[in-house]
DNA sequence: TGCAGAAATTTTAAGTTTGAAATTTTAGGC
DNA sequence: GCCTAAAATTTCAAACTTAAAATTTCTGCA
């Protein structure tokens, strides 16, 4: 069982590896039980979840698309096309900023909040099935590793 | 700094969405130092990587589209494209199956190695640095994390 | 042998994604 | 008040991605 000393370059790399894997994983099978089980996917669970937890943080105007893309970590075309689609399904309003005409807010229908907190539900049980084997010590743990490092990248100086 | 004590099922979804973070942010960047050092793109990298990794445990005769696919957790008919691309690039090569003739194997050519082995260098450094703010310890840690959870995954009985 | 079903792959349609270019509007300096 | 630069968004072309259908080939069995 003993494994051959790597340096830490390998080390991570090895890590990366088995993140991805990890991810991908978790990932399809999220985005198979949306498809199965909702008609959705996951870039517009995606898109749904930043403005419903936009609207329970302040219930005013939605986010614009600029700051959809930002908090998605997507390019700002791709929300174009996500919100044309779910704004076609009912889900989502645009609304013109009043005072900027650059600018458009978007928001979550009644309907696509309903749909939405339906998904989201489901959602939840689905990922603590598939992180099950990682026990709520091992998550704590992960969970504070994880945030050393967001500190660490987002505080250069 | 002491938190609100959640559930299991909460804390499993926040590492969730963490996880997420952290690996679109390391992919984004990955993707653009490609792009920009070597006019290339993610999956293009992962093909490659995937195909060389096949060289060297056994350098016969490449991978079959449907072990690459499996290899990357991707759909066959994406692969399809991929390599298609590539064999036009000239760093891939297809060679029939001289006994089943509904396979096909995929190999990088001389060229397709020598430009991964380029790219791979690169791209180990990138992550070495990327996840930098991980200390060895906590890298060697999560392996063992991620190993133990893929074990259990992948052994439902 | 013949044939039903499985297996490997490609094709297709729809959606996602990116990066860059184009468009529209605003802000700030002069 | 103009004019250039910046900002917000959309458009565009190319690539990636999936699921499902179609194609070709093989396998096993009656």
Redesign the interface.
């Known amino acids: 069982m003993s494994r051959i000393e790597l340096s ?9 590896l ?11 099978e999220l985005r198979e039980r949306l498809r199965v089980n909702y008609g959705a996917t996951l870039p517009r669970f995606d898109v749904m979840a930043a403005l419903f937890r936009a609207d329970e943080a302040r219930a005013d105007h939605g986010l614009t698309m600029t700051e959809l893309s930002r908090a998605l ?1 997507v390019s700002n075309g791709n929300v174009t096309g996500i919100i044309e689609r779910l704004v076609e399904d009912g889900f989502v309003q645009r609304r013109p900023d009043e005072t900027d005409r650059r600018t458009t807010f978007v928001q979550l229908t009644e309907a696509g909040k309903a749909a939405f907190q339906d998904m989201a539900k489901a959602h ?2 689905w ?2 099935d598939l ?4 026990a ?1 010590a ?3 743990h ?2 504070e ?9 987002t505080t250069p100086e």
Chains 1, 2 share one sequence.
């Open positions: 830490p370059s390998k080390q991570r790399l090895r890590l990366w088995k993140l991805l894997r990890l991810t991908r994983g978790v990932e399809a970590m939840e049980g990922v603590n992180l099950s084997p990682l709520p091992e998550v704590d992960l969970i590793v994880l945030n050393a490092h967001r500190a660490a990248r």
